[in-house]
């Protein structure tokens, strides 16, 4: 029964687009949200997090949205750029509990 | 170190073989977590320790699986009796943050197990 969810494997976006990664959730008592990335032979690296106080939380070329009604959550990548190509998970706390991950892709 | 460390990087065992795959995590850092990902999947969370206490084991798949911190810092996961299903990378993160504030984890590099 997976908790969290990432319905895209895959994700092919051109350079300086708008990479949009989605996630969904099944259990409403999550109340913190983050984003991983990882690249292959790595561990997963934090990207961005959110409190399920808010339904917007931006860093840099990062946002993530929550809307809680929806049970969703998406990560927003603008301008893409050919170094975020890696593997991206959203996790939910707690233990953090992941999706099985998006593999975007940056194409030059 | 900077960084948490795991040890192991890759092992390939014989099925049956038991295996020992250890974690340094960041100094100072009072919980620390094992996950399992297999090929494809995003981690699955195992088992958490605070300090030396493990406070959860729910994640281990059988009995064959355990893990300790005799002193609060490095963990040892080990497996027992390995099976192919066991087959995975074992990733351990730690965090600064005490139960029910697990915030960001910092992750290794994980330890790649592979049972022919």
């Known amino acids: 029964d997976q908790q969290v969810k990432q319905n895209s494997p895959s994700l092919s976006v051109q350079e300086g687009r708008i990479s949009i990664l989605n996630c969904d959730y099944t259990n409403s008592m999550f109340d913190y949200f983050l984003w991983y990335k990882k690249y292959p032979a790595e561990g997963p690296t934090f990207l961005i997090s959110i409190s399920s106080i808010k339904d917007k939380n931006e860093d840099g070329r990062f946002t993530v949205f929550l809307n809680k009604s929806a049970k969703h959550l998406s990560l927003h990548i603008v301008p893409s750029q050919p170094g975020d190509s890696a593997v991206y998970f959203c996790a939910a706390r707690a233990p953090l509990t992941f999706g099985s991950g998006t593999q975007l892709t940056v194409l030059p | 170190g900077a960084g948490v460390s795991q040890s192991p990087r890759y092992k390939v065992a014989k099925r049956g073989q038991d295996v020992a795959l250890r974690c340094d995590p960041i100094s100072g850092h009072v919980s620390l977590f094992w996950y399992q990902q297999a090929l494809g999947q995003g981690p699955e969370f195992l088992t958490y320790?605070?300090?030396?206490?493990?406070?959860?084991k729910s994640g281990l798949p059988s009995d064959r699986f355990f893990a300790e911190r005799p002193e609060g810092s490095v963990s040892t996961l080990k497996i027992q009796r390995t099976q192919q299903e066991d087959s995975a990378v074992y990733l351990c993160?730690?965090?600064?943050?005490?139960?029910?504030?697990?915030?960001?984890?910092?992750f290794g590099e994980g330890s790649r197990l592979t049972v022919l």
């Open positions: 993160a730690s965090s600064f943050l005490r139960t029910g504030n697990t915030g960001e984890l910092f």
């Open positions: 320790f605070q300090n030396e206490a493990q406070l959860d």
